[in-house]
């Protein structure tokens, strides 16, 4: 038997790669030669030193990204002026992500600190959502925040673009100058407008223009109260066109209400205010003010200058901000004798010796409060206590009907200085109790009668 079994072996041999098949499933070997026949173009397409060139090109692209996306990191945090209460910026976390999928399982050339690149990914970035969480009772504050000009909507005219970006990095800050700004690029916005066939610009104009923009400027950063009372002034214009004069016509009048706008409420208002407010400066007072407003700073030029009075200023500054500094070098340019202070300590004994304190305010509440950079409260009350007087110049066109109590109804955080540990506010409340004049182009006035100072804007409209 044993010879029997041997004997055809040697022949079955050249053979032995296919004989198995036919034994098993003779009838399928012809499908298995088309199956063949069919695969066999799949590996012929690259071959393995095409594959192995391809794989080493996307390796080296992973890297490059990985490395761009840790040049991005390394800049966010040069910028940044706390970055360890930041947490971890998207481009690290997008560094780490590609990173861990660029090296896998194998080791890595950082050694120790890069061998558990996949596990390190998520620790990096659960620190970082504690950090940046607002608690949620103060999730009704907004905050600025720069936002890529490839994700805005592709209705916002680059004018607008521009300004977002300046409002979200506080180049353009105080109320009054991100109100002129925001109706000049309206007014560029009008001028490239063109109404679509089968609409009419009173109707189309305001939701499909200027609503983009000013969705865009918002979140950038939160629009101040004149920017909202400007706003819905143009909007009402707006409504007002005839549909039935040409486009022409309905453009330039709307750029010349803008232009009318800007002269009477912001440029004459400052004027006015700016003389009322240099009378009120006599010879030998001590005048307080607190960082620097540039109504503040033109009424205290105005009287050394044009009134010829002689006086002091004591400048208190903003510990954070110090714009202080630059409002001093320009008044001892003017021959104003100046004394500087950069932060709150000491006020009581900084407040001896001054006859008035002068501030301006970002907006003034239809109950008498005002809204003012962080740090103006505290000094009214420790001069209300002090029997200092607080002369408030304010526009009226930041004049606001909501009225507030506190700091917390309406405000900004710092985006520079907030953490889900901490946060700071730029702007505080201050009482109508701790003011002793408001200053406006309409007159002068009591903080408590500040809603009459509305009632004559609803009268003169």
Same mark, same amino acid.
């Given at each position: ?13 050249? +053979? ?5 098949? +036919?034994? +098993? ?43 761009? #996306? ?48 996949? #596990? ?45 970006? +300046?409002?979200?990095?506080?180049? *353009? ?27 009419? &610009?009173?109707?189309? &104009? ?74 009120? *400066? ?91 950079? #962080? ?15 607080? *002369? ?32 700071? &506010? ?36």
């Amino acid at each position: 038997m044993s010879s029997a079994q041997d004997g055809p072996l040697p022949e079955a041999t050249p +053979q032995q790669a296919g004989k198995p098949d +036919q034994a +098993q499933a003779p009838p399928t070997s012809d499908k298995a030669t088309k199956t063949d026949a069919t695969e066999t173009p799949r590996p012929t397409k690259l071959s393995g030193a095409e594959l192995k060139a391809k794989a080493k090109a996307e390796k080296a692209a992973r890297r490059a990204q990985a490395k761009a #996306s840790k040049e991005v990191a390394k800049g966010e945090a040069a910028v940044s002026s706390a970055p360890g209460q930041l947490g971890p910026s998207a481009g690290e976390v997008k560094g780490s992500k590609a990173k861990g999928k660029q090296d896998g399982g194998a080791s890595t050339t950082s050694g120790a600190a890069g061998r558990p690149v996949v #596990s390190k990914g998520p620790v990096s970035v659960a620190p970082s959502e504690p950090k940046l969480t607002i608690p949620d009772c103060f999730s009704h504050l907004s905050m600025a925040k720069r936002i890529p000009i490839t994700q805005a909507d592709k209705d916002v005219h680059p004018t607008v673009l521009a300004l977002g970006q +300046q409002m979200a990095t506080f180049t *353009i800050d105080e109320s009054i100058t991100r109100l002129k700004a925001t109706l000049l690029a309206f007014k560029k916005v009008i001028d490239s407008y063109t109404t679509p066939p089968g609409n009419t &610009l009173a109707r189309h &104009l305001t939701p499909h223009v200027l609503n983009p923009q000013i969705d865009y400027l918002t979140a950038c950063r939160p629009m101040c109260f004149s920017m909202g009372n400007a706003i819905r002034w143009l909007k009402l214009q707006v409504s007002k066109i005839d549909p039935d004069i040409p486009e022409s016509d309905a453009k330039k009048q709307l750029c010349n209400g803008i232009d009318t706008f800007i002269q009477e409420r912001i440029s004459m208002a400052d004027l006015v205010i700016t003389e009322k407010a240099a009378e009120k *400066i006599q010879d030998g007072d001590v005048i307080l003010t607190f960082g620097r407003s540039s109504i503040v700073e033109r009424a205290l030029i105005h009287a050394r200058l044009i009134n010829d009075k002689k006086f002091s200023v004591f400048v208190l500054d903003d510990p954070y901000e110090r714009k202080g500094q630059t409002l001093a070098k320009n008044l001892t340019a003017e021959g104003i004798r100046v004394s500087y202070c950069g932060d709150l300590g000491g006020l009581e004994c900084n407040l001896q010796g001054v006859t008035n304190i002068l501030v301006s305010a970002e907006s003034m509440f239809n109950n008498g409060s005002m809204y003012a950079p #962080s740090g103006t409260c505290d000094i009214a009350i420790a001069a209300k206590q002090l029997g200092i007087s607080v *002369i408030v110049l304010c526009e009226t066109i930041n004049i606001t009907e909501r009225v507030a109590t506190d700091s917390l109804t309406y405000n900004e955080i710092d985006p520079e200085r907030s953490s889900g540990e901490s946060f700071r &506010l730029l702007y505080d409340t201050t009482p109508d109790k701790y003011l002793s004049l408001v200053i406006s182009e309409l007159g002068s006035v009591q903080p408590t009668s500040v809603p009459d100072l509305l009632r004559k804007l609803e009268e003169s409209n």
